[in-house]
């Protein structure tokens, strides 16, 4: 096995809903059931979700989520956590073959996402006002938005200045929106670190400029919702 260990990051307390937390349970078995042919992982969860994870491994770690309130919270908060060999990796991506995948850049993320896709563009004028909304509009045309269906970041200098903007307009968007701040959950982790990126010529790997799909999948949202129509249908 690499010495590499990927890092599951997981929450029932994150999930929109039950029927949707069934799904993701799901695929992270799945998920877990392939990674763990070529690779060392482990799960770190909090005390709600323990009991449904359990089986999966014996390597779980426990922390304190009551603060999470983004489905991103769990991945920031763990950055300056991860040991030199651990990386961040999604519940919904499926590890067929062996990674092509380098440990030392100043960021490691899955792939270059569109910054016009809708799931960035829709939900950006409702941020009006916000100082999240002035520094991506100042920002102009960013060239990509990096996916972190795998997640690494050793800058210090870049997890530092990220991290402490991250938390800035949180707490703003979290006063202001209390009733559904997680819309804004793209917008405030992928696109501002895309921001970052545009602005500062930081080094990185992407996961998928050297994996094709025969390697790993990283399951579309569209996808995860057929499933979740699947199992609704069996109810």
Request: charged fraction near 30%.
């Amino acid at each position: 096995m690499s010495n590499i260990t990927f890092v599951y990051c997981f929450s029932k307390k994150l999930s929109a809903n039950e029927e949707q937390y069934a799904v993701i349970l799901e695929l992270l078995g799945e998920s877990i059931n392939l990674l763990s042919q070529q690779f060392n992982y482990k799960i770190i969860t909090d005390e709600y979700t323990y009991d449904d994870v359990s089986k999966f491994t014996d390597n779980i770690e426990i922390v304190d989520t009551d603060s999470f309130v983004f489905i991103d919270d769990f991945k920031v908060y763990l950055l300056p956590k991860l040991l030199e060999n651990e990386i961040i990796v999604d519940p919904d991506i499926f590890i067929k073959r062996k990674l092509d995948i380098r440990l030392h850049p100043s960021l490691i993320f899955d792939y270059k996402d569109s910054p016009n896709n809708d799931w960035y563009t829709e939900n950006l004028d409702k941020l009006k006002g916000t100082a999240l909304y002035s520094r991506i509009k100042s920002a102009g045309e960013i060239p990509f938005v990096p996916n972190i269906g795998f997640f690494k970041m050793d800058n210090l200098e870049l997890r530092r200045e990220f991290c402490e903007d991250y938390y800035e307009y949180r707490s703003e968007i979290v006063e202001k929106f209390k009733d559904d701040p997680n819309q804004f959950n793209l917008l405030l982790c992928q696109y501002l670190l895309g921001v970052f990126l545009h602005e500062k010529n930081y080094p990185y790997f992407s996961v998928r400029s050297v994996n094709t799909g025969k390697v790993y999948v990283h399951l579309a949202g569209p996808q995860k919702y057929e499933k979740l129509n699947r199992q609704k249908s069996v109810i």
